[in-house]
């Protein structure tokens, strides 16, 4: 008898603490692409958020509180993104992280805005951060913050005349295609060959075809990590020899390493890079790779940020209260030294978009080599 | 001026009817603005123009990938033939065979022998396995049962897939390599010759096999009538299993030539299966030659259609063939009708 009541006292008693930890602890939502097209994308950016929250949380979670999370697959499809954001505010999170897919955070915005809680995304397409959503917040370079880098690279460096674009007909290729269009017109350039091509397209060869019928002086591709993979491929087996040039998702790591030799010779600009020449991002890098046994890309950064971005803004407001946060984070500047999840200084402009240090980088050998680091557009 | 994606539209009716003029001259058919999105860009934004080169080379590489096509299409008719089995889960029967590979190559296995290790476990699992696990318990209760039966087995092994290898695609080596060779203007990849004259082989030597052995004749004699085949004495049973493992052999092959290009992933058998589907229908079901014809039909139409229309339109070129044929042509380009009792 004695037995069992201590047994039971030490079951109320672990239950009770539990129960306290639990009420402590801070909830967020991770809703990224598990599945579908954007896999590659969403699983880097995942594993980059869980890497950064295993850390904070071995170091004493944000203003003492532990930090749970739940994660949920979009499929890569807007519509169910929608519903795992629904789902996540009825759970009662403080942010959400994800969708990493343009299309999709289009869509699951409008309900984080809502319900006032701060959603960080990876996605790239400009009218992200145009719909007046103060809740919305990016993790990389909105796409007309970084094609007038490639506009100069492609006009100045390797004084083009022409270019053939390839890009994706989604809101993220559409986007990024409507910006360099505006960018290369304005330096005068040429747009030999405008190509479209769909999401989960498998054969690029018709689409090369007609870049390397264009006779253009270089081609800008500008489509998801597997769709790179597959048309750097095809560019290798038709013999393209003109300059390839990208954003950020043509020389992205999965991308090398499923085009393997094609990648060869590729350049263009990215946002962030794990061989970025940078003490931080390098001991990211290790850290990543030990953990999850492949190299991040600038998705697995982008989580990663996210992650430390949050620590630092709930830091900064000391809150969890979802308007405070977004009131920390608006034109607001935070330094890498202060917070070294960060990894590179950072600054917020009032509609969400992001600025910091980026990079020229070229593909040699299978690996990314930095040729330049750009300084941040508007320094403040 | 104003611009379509892809595509020149001029907005004045002067410029229109220059633009026609101009166009009609080179390319009757192209003249149409693909989507309505516009924006100012120069001028010189037209579609250039396809030479006979390009388009030698648009017929080589779509021969190429119509043969990979024409080898699952293939399997899909000689199980129908033979054992009354539409396999709605070959796309998954050329995945997994892929997945065997890279696992093997993953263990240290040069790329041959991975292809010799995928190609038993293919015999056994989706040959023979397949048949005495699915087809033979199946068969008695008609061809919707086997139909409903094969989806879900194409379901559930895109999900196994997915669970234990993740949703993420995997590069696979090329077996010839990635060079290329220039001939006469034209740039052509080992990887497409080495499909195209691997394809050619199996096809080949399927039908030497069924016409000219024993064996061969005797399997063709259980596809047209199961009981005189076994009046006369064939063991039906084995010729069935036969059909099976070559259907085995049949699609570890197709993963070997069309992976490297795919990608390994767990829905990469979704196009593959479907553009084999079309093509065994556009060729005609009840007969292997029509798989061939209909393969390559499939894969260089696709290659016209994407170079000389639109690449956005490219993967309808299978759907609107599939649609033409079985309305005008039911059993298929060179399909033969077949009376069945109801």
């Avoid at chain 1, 304005?186 to 747009?191: N, Q, T």
Wanted: aromatic share 8%; proline share 3%; charged share 15%.
């Amino acid at each position: 008898m004695k037995k069992s009541f201590t047994r039971l006292a030490a079951l109320s008693a672990a239950a009770l603490v539990s129960t306290a930890t639990m009420a402590q602890a801070i909830k967020v939502a991770q809703i990224v692409e598990l599945s579908g097209g954007g896999t590659t994308a969403g699983t880097m950016y995942r594993n980059g958020v869980k890497l950064a929250l295993a850390e904070i949380n071995a170091a004493g979670g944000i203003m003492g509180r532990q930090v749970a999370i739940s994660e949920m697959d979009t499929q890569s499809q807007p519509a169910i993104a929608k519903a795992m954001t629904m789902k996540a505010i009825d759970e009662g999170v403080t942010a959400i992280f994800g969708p990493v897919f343009s299309g999709s955070i289009l869509v699951s915005q409008a309900d984080s805005q809502k319900a006032g809680i701060p959603n960080f995304t990876g996605g790239e397409a400009s009218n992200v951060t145009a719909q007046g959503n103060p809740f919305i917040f990016r993790s990389s370079f909105n796409q007309s913050m970084g094609m007038p880098k490639v506009a100069n690279y492609l006009a100045n460096d390797l004084k083009a005349k022409s270019v053939a674009v390839i890009f994706i007909n989604n809101d993220f290729g559409k986007g990024g295609r409507d910006a360099i269009l505006k960018e290369l017109g304005a330096r005068g350039v040429k747009v030999a060959a405008d190509i479209s091509t769909d999401p989960g397209q498998i054969d690029f060869s018709s689409a090369v075809l007609r870049a390397k019928q264009a006779n253009a002086d270089a081609l800008f591709a500008y489509l998801n990590e597997e769709e790179s993979a597959r048309l750097l491929r095809e560019l290798r087996k038709q013999g393209y020899d003109k300059p390839l040039v990208g954003e950020t998702t043509l020389m992205g790591a999965k991308v090398i390493e499923l085009a393997g030799a094609a990648a060869n010779g590729v350049r263009g600009h990215v946002g962030l890079t794990v061989d970025a020449p940078t003490a931080s991002i390098r001991e990211f890098a290790g850290k990543f790779e030990k953990e999850y046994k492949s190299k991040s890309d600038h998705n697995g950064l982008k989580g990663y940020f996210s992650a430390y971005m949050l620590k630092a803004a709930i830091e900064k407001a000391k809150s969890t209260e979802g308007k405070a946060i977004a009131a920390a984070m608006k034109n607001s500047c935070f330094t890498a030294k202060q917070h070294p999840g960060l990894l590179l200084d950072v600054c917020y402009d009032d509609k969400g978009d992001i600025d910091r240090e980026s990079f020229l980088v070229e593909v040699k050998s299978g690996k990314q080599e930095v040729v330049a680091t750009l300084p941040m557009l508007n320094k403040r | 001026m104003h611009v379509v994606i892809g595509v020149v539209c001029p907005l004045s009716s002067h410029a229109r009817h220059h633009h026609f003029i101009e166009n009609w001259r080179l390319r009757p058919r192209r003249l149409r603005c693909i989507r309505g999105t516009r924006f100012n860009a120069p001028a010189q934004r037209r579609q250039p123009r396809l030479s006979m080169t390009d388009a030698i080379q648009l017929l080589i590489s779509g021969v190429a990938t119509g043969a990979i096509y024409a080898m699952a299409a293939l399997g899909f008719t000689l199980l129908w033939q033979a054992a009354g089995t539409i396999n709605f889960a070959q796309g998954e029967f050329v995945m997994l065979p892929a997945f065997a590979m890279l696992i093997a190559i993953g263990l240290g296995a040069p790329l041959w022998l991975a292809f010799f290790i995928a190609l038993i476990a293919s015999i056994a699992i989706l040959g023979l396995g397949f048949k005495k696990v699915v087809v033979d318990p199946m068969r008695t209760h008609g061809v919707i049962a086997l139909v409903v039966a094969t989806l879900g087995l194409s379901i559930g092994l895109k999900s196994l897939v997915k669970a234990a290898y993740s949703a993420e695609p995997h590069p696979f080596p090329y077996l010839f390599g990635e060079e290329i060779v220039r001939i006469a203007g034209v740039t052509v990849s080992y990887s497409d010759i080495g499909a195209l004259v691997v394809a050619a082989l199996m096809v080949i030597g399927l039908q030497l096999f069924l016409n000219r052995t024993i064996t061969g004749r005797a399997m063709q004699a259980v596809a047209q009538n199961t009981f005189a085949a076994e009046a006369l004495g064939i063991n039906v049973a084995r010729m069935i299993a036969y059909t099976f493992v070559i259907n085995a052999i049949l699609v570890t092959v197709t993963a070997l030539l069309i992976t490297p290009a795919y990608l390994a992933k767990f829905d990469m058998g979704d196009n593959i299966g479907l553009k084999a589907f079309f093509a065994a229908i556009i060729g005609g079901f009840n007969n292997p030659r029509g798989a061939l014809l209909g393969g390559v039909l499939v894969g260089v139409l696709e290659n016209f259609a994407g170079a000389y229309v639109s690449p956005s339109y490219k993967d309808g070129v299978a759907l609107v063939l599939f649609l033409t044929v079985i309305l005008i042509k039911p059993d298929g380009l060179l399909g033969t009708p077949q009376e069945r009792k109801v």
